[in-house]
């Protein structure tokens, strides 16, 4: 049988949460600091410009690797990681950049002082079915697993990746350059954050609806 917990030991419990910096506290409250993200979109919607801002925000909190299955260590990385201020950033958990398949991440995660957070772009390189995701999770369940997806009309592409989508506690839509959350995660303002403001306002018409 399963394990059973009273209403009043749930509503005790406490749990690990993010203190976001503003903006992201009022699109995406404050999720856990463990579990699966999931964000997807189609190319030149601003998909790597949040990852990399979500990146900067995130080593504020522990310390953070980026696994670029897509792009290994090209330049168009480096200019990512350039144009999201990497380059002057000072805090304590600078991110370290990847090149692993996921059978060699998940060692290195297993080990101690390992990576709190994990971005992985992309999971259509990643390879996993929808049954080695869900190994793959429970392996690291103490990790927080941020896939990186392409994107199929409104879906994420491919049937393991929409399977991922709706495991995902926080799942992020990103489509002219905002990021509205999509999962049971939903700040303040409704669950959207402009990560190009202008660009954002002129593709959706005002800045501060979805």
């Not at 506290?25 to 993200?37: D, H, I, L, R």
């Amino acid at each position: 049988m399963g394990k059973a917990m009273s209403l009043a030991n749930l509503l005790k419990k406490t749990y690990n949460c993010f203190e976001f910096s503003a903006p992201w506290k009022e699109a995406f409250g404050s999720p856990q600091k463990t579990g699966v993200w999931f964000i997807w979109g189609h190319s030149g919607n601003g998909k790597t410009a949040l990852t990399m801002q979500l990146c900067m925000e995130l080593s504020r909190h522990g310390r953070l690797a980026y696994n670029s299955r897509e792009e290994g260590g090209d330049k168009t990385l480096q200019d990512a990681f350039i144009r999201a201020g990497f380059e002057s950033f000072t805090g304590p958990n600078k991110p370290i950049i990847l090149d692993e398949p996921m059978s060699e991440l998940s060692e290195r995660l297993l080990k101690r002082r390992s990576p709190d957070f994990v971005v992985i772009d992309s999971f259509q390189y990643a390879g996993l079915s929808y049954a080695e995701y869900k190994r793959y999770k429970e392996l690291h369940r103490n990790k927080l697993l941020i896939f990186i997806s392409h994107a199929d009309g409104k879906n994420p592409m491919g049937r393991a990746a929409t399977s991922v989508m709706y495991d995902a506690s926080l799942k992020i839509w990103v489509e002219g350059m905002r990021a509205t959350s999509k999962g049971r995660y939903i700040g303040s303002n409704g669950g959207f954050y402009d990560i190009w403001p202008e660009e954002s306002a002129k593709y959706h018409g005002q800045s501060n609806s979805i």
